[in-house]
């Protein structure tokens, strides 16, 4: 695949009449020509052909960032610097929008391109009308070969790469072992949703390094059962498994998308009952196709575009209600993606719902088997995709893994069953459900179907190994896995959320999103201005840019577990209230009613709160900052013997105090 519309080494850029160059770019641009675009070009070609007269290197026109889904105006390798050119033709002056643009983009190249890892790498913003010139270098204090990005006018522009190259002692990049580097992304779910609405491949952007089970891999399996079931008319129920951030729901994303006319007999729809997931990936869609066609002459309206989107990833409950009208009648989908399925409700949680909000009464089924009943109502095929996540129920009534098998056992003994050995872990509590299988003939075990590597985290794979640990007391377990974290994951543990709020400004660069993160029972943290009751819109948290105070980056709205499963932050503050206390004997379960703390006693309660702080440590990409408030002495409902445990015990693994 051809990363740029036009490359070529600067000597033989320089001797080709910009006519030629420009032809060649409009013949690989895909999209609809605007004549601003075309203007944009010829005036970058004219800069660049006047400013790199007295250099050598390559230039790369209209660079591609897949994982983005945009490119690079202007990419150069010069020396041993590879330079990220954003142009604003016509500027005057430098938005910061822009900044944040140029930034990202160097920094996707320095976390996802193989071989501009170790690369000094200079994102540098050309205003073309801008008056401020070319000042200086700046760097972080952790340099990582960034540069933080240069402000420069066309004027002062060739003053920026000597400077730049002067700063630069490395060895020469050669160009040609450069272009050969993987790009081994690992978007967000938000970017990924974007990326394969829009026609890019999961390779595309994906991790396809040999220390992960690759996803193409287990999308390929989950695709090879469907085929194979509609071919041999047989219903199938496939369970795709994986750790914290492994990629299920981007499997499962992947597999809506290949299937998404709904002409065609394979045609598949992605279920999820996680409302706030599929408020943000419906509304996230559908503003990046508005973006997309922005500037051309078909105008795409907001709503429009979120009619559109809703048929691509749909609510779980409106899929069965659509069920409930008729109840004989199969629905249009042979193949359903059900994400998150472990939280699937069970037969009195769901009993109790219809009783409540439809008006059925003497309703029997648990959520799994009704929904199993629903595509079983077809007179040929049909397959039920699974997407399960380990130990990540979280609220009253989430049957876990365990009521799809007995379902399974109890109703539907036709059904071919998919699944991997590793479903008998123990964070998927249903080893002893799964002995049922033993004497069933229709099971198959897929290796493939497991994803045991974390993607979610770039920087550190055993991040939600860690978290395990730490959950399951296993003290020097997690001194160990600490110890083996990369430094470029960094954890830190505080007990001032001021230092820990800044600590996570100080970290992002770019766009990258940081945000508060607490439990749903974390009530008394109100005196840090954080009230979990406080109406909060997890589209605008996730969604929003930086100016907006609803935004995570104001780091005023906090999200809890029930916002945050299913998606990820680039840096995240815990703040650990009271709800959840280490102690001697293990962790403590408390739930603040009225206006005191009292124990929790019921199992599946103690279980859920576990959860919920799983959920919460496993969120961040990058890193975290943990923040354990000191409490105060004269408020018995915020006794610092409530916390100072639960530092005690982080300290005591290693993490560093700040």
Known sequence: MLRSYYSAPINIFLETPSDAILGNIEKQNEFTLLQTQRDAWIEEIKILKETLRPFQGVIYFEYSIPRMGKRVDVLLIIGSVIFVLEFKIGESEFPSYAIDQVWDYALDLKNFHETSHDQIIAPVLISTRAAVEFLSISVTPEFDKTILPIRSNVKSFPEVIKAVLSFSDGVAIDSSSWEKGRYCPTPTIIEAAMALYNGHSVTEISRNDASAINLTKTSDAVTQIIRFSKENSQKSICFVTGVPGAGKTLVGLNIATTHFDQSNA?????????????????????????????????????????????????????????????????????????????????????????????????????????????????????????????????????????????????????????????????????????????????????????????????????????????????????????????????????????????????????????????????????????????????????????????????????????????????????????????????????????????????????????????????????????????????????????????????????????
């Open 266 to 658: 394979l045609y598949s729809v992605f279920l999820s009952g996680n409302g706030p997931l599929v408020a943000i990936l419906r509304e996230a869609l559908a503003r990046d196709r508005v973006f997309r066609v922005r500037d051309s002459l078909a105008k795409l309206r907001i709503g429009q575009a979120r009619s559109e989107v809703k048929a691509f990833i749909q609510n779980i409950h409106h899929f069965r209600d659509e069920c409930l009208i008729d109840p004989f009648k199969p629905p249009i989908e042979h193949v359903t993606l059900f994400d998150e399925a472990q939280r699937a409700w069970n037969i009195k949680q769901t009993s109790k719902f219809m009783r409540v909000k439809k008006g059925i009464a003497g309703f029997n089924k648990s959520e799994p088997d009704f929904l199993i009943s629903c595509l079983d109502r077809h007179s040929d095929w049909a397959v039920i995709i699974c997407l399960v996540g380990g130990g990540q129920e979280i609220n009253t009534g989430e049957a876990g893994i365990s009521e799809w098998i007995e379902a399974l056992e109890r109703s539907y003994p036709d059904w071919h069953v998919y699944i991997s050995e590793r479903m008998n872990d123990s964070e998927y509590n249903a080893s002893e459900i799964l002995k049922s299988l033993n004497n069933r003939l229709n099971v198959v075990y897929k290796e493939e179907l497991h994803l045991a590597i974390s993607m979610r985290s770039f920087r550190a794979e055993n991040v939600s190994l860690l978290v395990k640990t730490i959950l399951d007391v296993n003290f020097e377990e997690s001194v160990l896995l600490r110890k083996q974290l990369s430094p470029n994951y960094p954890i830190v543990v505080t007990r001032n959320l001021i230092s820990g709020k800044k600590w996570l400004k100080k970290q992002a660069r770019g766009t990258e999103r940081y945000g508060i993160v607490v439990s749903s029972q974390a009530i008394r943290l109100k005196p840090y201005a954080i009230d979990i009751k406080s109406p909060m819109d997890p589209i605008h948290w996730f969604l929003d840019e930086k100016q907006d105070v609803r935004s995570s980056y104001y780091l005023e709205d906090v999200a809890t577990e029930f916002h945050i499963q299913g998606l990820e932050l680039d840096w995240v503050c815990v703040v650990w209230d009271a709800d959840f206390r280490y102690s001697r004997n293990g962790w403590e379960h408390w739930s603040f009613i009225g206006d005191k703390w009292t124990h929790i006693k019921k199992a599946t309660r103690k279980q859920y709160l576990k959860n919920a702080y799983r959920v919460l440590l496993t969120r961040a990409r990058q890193g975290m900052v943990i923040v354990v408030p000191e409490g105060d002495p004269e408020d018995p409902t915020r006794n610092p013997s409530f916390y100072n445990s639960t530092f005690e015990y982080l300290k005591e693994m290693g993490f560093n105090i700040i």
